[in-house]
């Protein structure tokens, strides 16, 4: 559907009598049967809505909105969105994060904040705060028991996220960090419908470097393009697993196929006979990348590419402890990777880190 706030493009792979997705009738008319994007327009906000002026209003005072787009799921869409936002604050930026993925919120996880809950005031609904510039929404906060499964349709869903936009009181924010679920649903459609009369800064797209992630990551730019949303580019993320050989366990695979544990003899070997390997950093590549990965993709669609993320353990479980990769040295192989993203994606939109967008 090529609908990007407000207009009334025909999409290209519509039936000869498409009524529009703008119509009373998209989805729901005869000359709709068959066609691909039925469900999508059907459920999709259609004519003159006047809680725009509201959520005009409400994001008046935020200057940079980026979303954080993925086309499949578990490429660590999530992780790059919650180390974006600890990054940005640590800049000294205000920032709120806001988690639109209302099926699998995992925002509330990944900065440290299980059990919290939504304040409301006659301002509005209030984030909840990790730190005193870091503020974070989700629908995470709203379930009475976090294993609870949200089995909503399009037009619910869509209005959890209107009521996000129009109803949480951020304040003055440097940037609103939107992480959004995988595809290219309704969830996406709505958050560009919503916040494009607002200014969208761009979306950056994150994605492992195996051909079965990039064929959705092409269709998730071909998105952007269609909607008006700037890609600001494109983060490889698992880009080969390095982790400092020390923290490497070693197994020897027995006659029967059982493995045996040599972590402590190889360790003792190596501190003896060759102490300088326990410096290095090993490094294997988990992932098919022999198509040219992330990089050949962005050159061939013409969006830039931002960088690449290694797999590290220790990201991994910073995620999992809710907690910056930055604030510490144990996040070795990543965090300066994720920093070096995140510096060139400020500069493409000539932000300066100087205390301040």
């Not at 919290?116 to 906060?141: A, D, R």
């Not at 959004?180 to 607002?198: C, K, M, N, W, Y």
């Not at 998730?220 to 923290?247: A, D, I, R, T």
Request: with cysteine.
């Amino acid at each position: 559907m090529e609908n990007g706030g407000g207009s009334n493009e025909i999409p290209e792979n519509a039936p000869e009598h498409c009524p529009g997705p703008q119509s009373e009738t998209a989805g729901k008319s005869d000359a709709c049967q068959g066609c691909p994007n039925q469900e999508i327009c059907a459920t999709a906000p259609k004519g003159p809505d006047p809680d725009l002026v509201a959520i005009v209003e409400r994001m008046a005072t935020v200057k940079h909105k980026i979303l954080v787009l993925s086309g499949k799921g578990g490429v660590g869409k999530s992780t790059f969105s919650a180390q974006l936002a600890f990054a940005l604050a640590a800049m000294d930026f205000q920032v709120g994060l806001l988690d639109i993925d209302i099926c699998g919120p995992s925002i509330p996880k990944m900065l440290g904040l299980e059990g919290q809950e939504i304040h409301q005031s006659n301002i509005g609904w209030s984030p909840v705060y990790v730190e005193s510039n870091l503020g974070v929404m989700s629908i995470g906060f709203m379930l009475p028991n976090p294993d609870e499964a949200v089995i909503w349709r399009g037009p619910r869903k869509n209005g959890l996220i209107k009521q996000f936009l129009k109803e949480v009181y951020w304040g003055e924010l440097d940037f609103l960090v939107v992480d959004a679920p995988p595809g290219t649903s309704d969830e996406h459609i709505s958050i560009v419908q919503f916040l494009q009369a607002t200014g969208i800064d761009g979306a950056v797209i994150v994605t492992t470097p195996q051909q079965v992630s990039l064929i959705d990551v092409r269709k998730e730019v071909s998105f952007c393009k269609k909607v008006g949303v700037e890609v600001l580019g494109v983060v490889e993320n698992m880009s080969g697993l390095s982790q400092p050989l020390s923290e490497f366990k070693f197994m020897r695979m027995t006659e029967t196929g059982e493995r045996k544990d040599m972590t402590e003899w190889a360790m003792a070997y190596m501190r003896e006979k060759a102490p300088e390997m326990l410096n290095l950093v090993a490094f294997s590549e988990v992932f098919d990348s022999s198509g040219g990965g992330a990089a050949k993709m962005c050159g061939d669609m013409g969006v830039p590419f931002l960088g690449e993320v290694p797999l590290d353990p220790q990201l991994c479980k910073a995620a999992e402890e809710g907690r910056s990769c930055f604030s510490d040295d144990k996040c070795r192989a990543s965090a300066s990777a994720l920093k070096m993203i995140i510096e060139k994606m400020l500069a493409q939109k000539m932000i300066s880190t100087e205390n301040g967008a």
